[in-house]
């Protein structure tokens, strides 16, 4: 077991209690994730197969994507980015559609624990001369060139027919088309047999519509946070925090439109405060709005302007969190990371199976709260 730094635990324990948490977890993994290749997302509608209210098991992650950066530094999608958010991405101003991009977001997205991508083509689907769809078409084709096993699920978020257009007809373009163009793709996100579709709503154009190909998922803005908490939960971020609910809880890290904050960052105080409360609540997905969104600073990808305790660059902060948030949800504790129990003030660094306790805040790496009550308990099962 886990210790202390200075006390003592049984080797032999130790090594049976990481054996069977190792079983288990290939176990939930295989019967909770995929069925016959599929993703096994039930409980995204608030019911199981065959009816009954499914209970959650640890919350998977979700993670909106934003599927519009391309034409370089001086091109229309950075420009908000350079002009207004003034934030600098580690990768630069990249093209989202190029293979080395895809690789590296792919990468940091599996180590952050992703179990769905969802590409926010939110706006209209045929918006900007096609190029976003162009750059979900890559995603698609990278994603599905992997074995099945190192694959992320992926699927879009679409409503700019009805949230942008007020047109029925545009939406029901939009829903056809991806149908046509991805319902097919080895990739694609599914609930049984059917392609899964992420509903964004803003306006209420068309509340009654359904499409029976898909298994539609309704989402909603994070102004319309009271109809997460009616519904299941899902959304575009939330405000002023995610709702309680069962099965998926919908948070930004922060949030800013044009330079003035809606929700601070304050240095991913307010991004931990929402997992713990996740933690807590136990939702079978939690949803993260988002990767990369940089226009309106909701991203969690490395950013030069993202600062430790000390206002020193650490691009990396809020992908360290969300790998160490990741490693909560089943009770892990990430080598090398800083953890602090919400009900007492000491810190500790985790290295080599101890908690070793620190005088002081860390420089370049950031403190992991964990529920009141929650940490020595844990540091004794690993």
Known sequence: MGWIAGGKGMVGVRLLFCCLVVLLAAADQASAVR?????????????????????????????WYTSWYQGGPFGKAWLPVRTQAFLSPVLGPYDSKRPEIIKQQYDWMRECGVDLIIFDDTNWVWVDDRKIDQIIQAWFSFMDALPLEQRIPLTMGIGGGLNQHNSRESWLNEVAYIWEAYA????????????LL??????????????????????????RTADQAAGNGWGWGSTP??????????????????????IPRDRGEYYKQCWIKALQAKPGWVCIADWNNFDEETAIEDAW???DYRDESCPSWYRWLTRCYAGLRSGQLLEGSYYRDKAHPEVYLWQNKQLIHQGQYPAGAPIIDTPPEWLLPLAAKQ
Not at 184 to 195: D, E, F, H, L, T
Not at 202 to 207: A, H, N, R
Not at 242 to 258: A, D, Q, T, V
Request: hydrophobic share 40%; glycine share 8%.
């Open 35 to 63: 069925i016959n290749g599929d993703l096994k997302l039930d409980h995204l509608v608030g019911q199981a197969a065959h009816g009954e209210l499914r209970e959650p098991t640890y919350a998977r992650i979700a993670m």
């Open 184 to 195: 097919a793709r080895p990739s694609m996100a599914r609930v049984g047999p059917r392609p």
């Open 198 to 223: 992420v509903w964004y709503i803003e306006k209420d154009v068309m509340p009654e519509w359904d499409d029976p190909r898909f298994a539609v998922l309704r989402a909603y803005h994070a102004y």
């Open 241 to 262: 925090g995610p709702p309680e609910n069962r099965y998926c809880m919908s948070f930004f890290p922060g949030w800013s439109l044009k330079g003035t904050d809606q």
């Open 305 to 307: 302007e993202w600062v």
